[in-house]
């Protein structure tokens, strides 16, 4: 029930986002002992700029189970595997008020998310897997702390549109489950703005609960134990800005 594995043709890259993020807190790390000057100090007065984003991500599905399941006697339980994967982006933020900035990020991320059935017949768990390539463009507003030197915290939140790329229904066997390509979802997370000599730096953390119902019903012992299929992601984001 694989896909094609996608996150393996970009392990290379996988490796990358990990060794710039280690990188990047080793380097505030050591920045932070001799700091004295107020960097970047018009940076907040600019209308608009820009930046990249380097991102891991944790997801899984939310199921919600069929009155089908309740009375079957062929899978014994199904659940949902929590993975990982990463995501690689662009800041576009717009300046509202010394407080409130509106920010669109438009990223492709790659995600790995399974189902887990447990098969009475066999005594054996199948598992689905779907291994996405997803462009997603967050729409968030940016709540920003009073800057204290080079420091600043920030809530974010908003909604995040989602299309899964190269996703061929036609492929797809009968047996198989399967899934929309759209998806929409609610965003929110905290960070830390660090202003640096030459650029800002900020670690991010965001929760996305997608609202979408992303299944689709399919006549097979799988998709007749589903109602619902949604998201639940989180993301661990380092943005360059």
Not at 38 to 64: C, E, I, R
Not at 113 to 141: G, H, S, Y
Request: glycine share 6%; aromatic share 14%; proline share 3%.
């Amino acid at each position: 029930m694989a896909f094609v594995n996608i996150r393996d043709q970009f392990n290379i890259c996988w490796r990358k986002v990990i060794f710039i993020g280690v990188l990047g807190l080793s380097f505030l790390s050591s920045k932070g002992q001799i700091e004295s000057s107020h960097n970047l100090p018009n940076y907040d007065d600019k209308f608009m700029h820009y930046g990249f984003l380097l991102a891991l991500n944790t997801t899984q599905f939310k199921v919600v189970h069929s009155e089908d399941f309740v009375s079957s006697d062929t899978i014994l339980n199904l659940y949902p595997k929590l993975k990982t994967g990463f995501t690689l982006g662009f800041v576009v933020n717009t300046r509202i008020s010394d407080f409130v900035d509106f920010r669109v990020l438009p990223e492709v991320a790659f995600y790995e998310r399974v189902m887990v059935f447990n098969i009475k017949k066999v005594d054996q768990n199948v598992e689905a897997v779907f291994n996405t390539a997803v462009v997603e463009l967050p729409l968030l507003i940016k709540y920003k702390s009073k800057r204290r030197l080079n420091h600043r915290i920030y809530m974010i939140g908003g909604v995040k549109f989602g299309f899964e790329v190269g996703k061929k229904k036609d492929s797809v066997k009968k047996e198989e489950l399967l899934t929309k390509a759209t998806d929409i979802s609610l965003e929110y997370g905290i960070g830390w703005d660090r202003y640096l000599p030459l650029f800002k730096f900020a670690p991010e953390i965001r929760v996305s609960y997608g609202l979408t119902n992303l299944f689709v019903p399919q006549d097979n012992i799988y998709s007749n134990s589903i109602k619902k299929l949604s998201t639940f992601t989180v993301t661990a984001s380092f943005l360059f800005e």
